[in-house]
C-alpha cells in the first residue's frame, strides 16, 4: 500500500465547522479509478483520479445534507464506530484504521485484494449538525 500526501479539498457547511482527518484509499476496479473512505463508508469514482475525487467530494456533501436534515449525524457517525464529544468544545474522533479493517468487511475485501494508495483527507464536519 502506497502512503501519499492528503487531497486537501474540504467540504464548507452553513456556521461552524470541525476539521478531520480521515484515511481514505484509491484504487482500481474495472479500468475506473475509486475513492473510498472506510471512515464514513462512501465511495467515488471515475475514469481519472480527478473524476473520482470530485464524485466522492458530491457523495461526501449528500452524506452531510442527508444526515443533517434527518438530524441522524451524530447517531450516524456513532454507529460507524466514531467518539463524538459533544458540548461547547465538540470533538469527532473516526475510528482507527486498523479498527475498520476488522470490523468492515467491504474495506477488508479491499485492502486485500487491490493494489491501494492510502491518503489523508481533511473533512470539514459543521457543529450545528
Not at 502506497?2 to 474495472?30: H, S
Not at 475514469?47 to 449528500?62: G, I, R, V, Y
Not at 442527508?66 to 451524530?74: M, V
Not at 464529544?85 to 470533538?91: D, E, L, M, P, T
Amino acid at each position: 500500500m502506497k502512503q501519499q500526501k492528503e487531497f486537501c479539498a474540504t467540504l464548507q457547511g452553513k456556521g461552524k465547522t470541525i476539521i478531520v482527518n480521515v484515511a481514505v484509499v484509491l484504487f482500481e476496479e474495472d479500468k475506473r479509478q475509486i475513492v473510498y473512505c472506510p471512515a464514513l463508508d462512501i465511495f467515488g469514482y471515475g475514469l481519472t483520479e480527478a473524476e473520482a475525487k470530485e464524485s466522492f467530494d458530491l457523495c461526501l456533501e449528500e452524506f452531510f445534507d442527508y444526515t443533517i436534515n434527518k438530524k441522524t449525524l451524530y447517531a450516524v457517525l456513532e454507529e460507524m464506530g466514531w467518539k463524538i464529544r459533544k458540548g461547547a468544545r465538540q470533538k469527532f474522533t473516526p475510528p482507527q484504521f486498523s479498527q475498520l479493517l476488522s470490523q468492515n468487511q467491504v474495506f477488508s475485501d479491499i485492502f486485500d485484494h487491490h493494489n491501494l494508495t492510502k491518503v489523508d483527507r481533511q473533512i470539514s464536519i459543521p457543529t450545528c449538525a
